[in-house]
Structure formats: C-alpha cells, structure tokens
T-cell receptor, first 112, second 114 residues
Framework: NAGVTQTPKFQVLKTGQSMTLQCAQD?????MYWYRQDPGMGLRLIYY???????DKGEVPNGYNVSRLNKREFSLRLESAAPSQTSVYFC???????????FGPGTRLLVL | KQEVTQIPAALSVPEGENLVLNCSFT??????LQWFRQDPGKGLTSLLL?????REQTSGRLNASLDKSSGRSTLYIAASQPGDSATYLC?????????????FGEGTQLTVNP
C-alpha cells in the first residue's frame, strides 16, 4: 500500500500561473484534507472533504479550489498563483473525523 | 478561536535522557488531541491520539497525557535516542458538528545528541 501520495513533489510557478496539486490515497478513507505549512504559522487547513461528494472551507481557503474526484482522489487548484502561496502543501486522510490523520509527503511550491 | 502553543520551540538533550514536551490549548472543548512527528523535508507521522475522555496513551517509549480541564498535554519520551531527533507537533480537534479541523501547534524541534 502506498498510503497517501502527492504529485508533484516540487514546483516553481510564476505569479498568475495556475496549477493543480494531486492527492491520492489507497487507505479507503472517507475524509481528506489539504493543509499548508509555513514557518511561524504552523499547519493550517485550506479545505477538507468529509466524504466523497462534499467539500468545505478550512481556515485559509482564499485563492484555492478543490475537487473530490472520487473516494481516492482530492485535488487542490491554484487558479492564479501569488507569492503568498509559496508554501509546503500537505494532503491528509482519515477514516472517520475522530480518527488519526495520515499525511502525504508534501508538495513544495515556490511562486516567483 | 482555538490556539495551540508548544514550549519549548527547540530542545537539545544528550542520548539516554528522559524528556517532556509540552502542549497547551485555549479551548477545552475538544474531541481529541494528537501528537505527530515530522522529519526534515517529510510529512507528518502520527504518534499517539488521545480521545477527550482519556487521560493518557502509551506506545513503546512514548507516553502522552491529556488534562482537558487545564488545556494541557505532555509527550514523555523515555531513554531518548538520536533517531528521536525530529519536530514534534501536537494538534487538537475541536468539538464541531461538521468538519474535521485540526488546529496545530508550531512544534518543538528535538535534537538528541549521541
């Protein structure tokens, strides 16, 4: 089992470009999450999907959109990247909202 | 708004020492508290999860306690090893009827010196 996978591992964008971060899990979990991690700010929730077909905003959703494509996949899209979106992005999953979360290896994004 | 604080921000100890990492949170209305480990350039690995009704959880050399009323948790690491060097984060899940938000602390960076 691969667990939680994220692509790409690293990306450089110019301001205004768009891109989609991909996350896939083979753990048969219902819930999936997108976080960003910044020095001095810790990990902050961007969006989450409690189950297939539902998505909700987290703490810092502005500038992002998400798609829960199916039970396995949850993508995060930046429509017009800004330097403030330079960060490390983590996808996570859990089987139930009270259970532990399992994290992917992260995507390092640099917006110039 | 729930806030999670971890003190100290960094800790350096000699190998073999027992140590305690601290986590405090401002709102005691939580479902559970989790401790994670993060190695440099890696994702987070769950270490222990304590439900709000529990007082502690143990896994090997790790023991986590929870005092919900005072808004505190500790992670005790016995007989520390160089391989324990990493950043340790705690996170709380608030009592909400919808969603699954974890609020994280900024972590304690632990270095265990051989």
């Amino acid at each position: 089992n691969a667990g939680v996978t994220q692509t790409p591992k690293f990306q450089v964008l110019k301001t205004g470009q768009s891109m989609t971060l991909q996350c896939a899990q083979d753990m048969n979990h219902n819930s999936m999450y997108w976080y960003r991690q910044d020095p001095g700010m810790g990990l902050r929730l961007i969006y989450y999907s409690a189950s297939e077909g539902t998505t909700d905003k987290g703490e810092v959703p502005n500038g992002y959109n998400v798609s829960r494509l199916n039970k396995r996949e949850f993508s995060l899209r930046l429509e017009s990247a800004a330097p403030s979106q330079t960060s490390v992005y983590f996808c996570a999953t859990s089987g139930h909202y009270q259970e532990t979360q399992y994290f992917g290896p992260g995507t390092r994004l640099l917006v110039l | 708004k729930q806030e999670v604080t971890q003190i100290p921000a960094a800790l350096s100890v000699p190998e073999g020492e027992n140590l305690v990492l601290n986590c405090s949170f401002t709102d005691s209305a939580i479902y559970n508290l989790q401790w994670f480990r993060q190695d440099p350039g890696k994702g987070l690995t769950s270490l222990l999860l304590i439900q709000s009704s529990q007082r502690e959880q143990t896994s090997g050399r790790l023991n986590a306690s929870l005092d919900k009323s005072s808004g505190r948790s500790t992670l005790y690491i016995a007989a520390s090893q160089p391989g324990d060097s990493a950043t340790y984060l705690c996170a709380v899940r608030p009592m909400e009827t919808s969603g699954s938000r974890l609020t994280f602390g900024e972590g304690t960076q632990l270095t265990v010196n051989p």
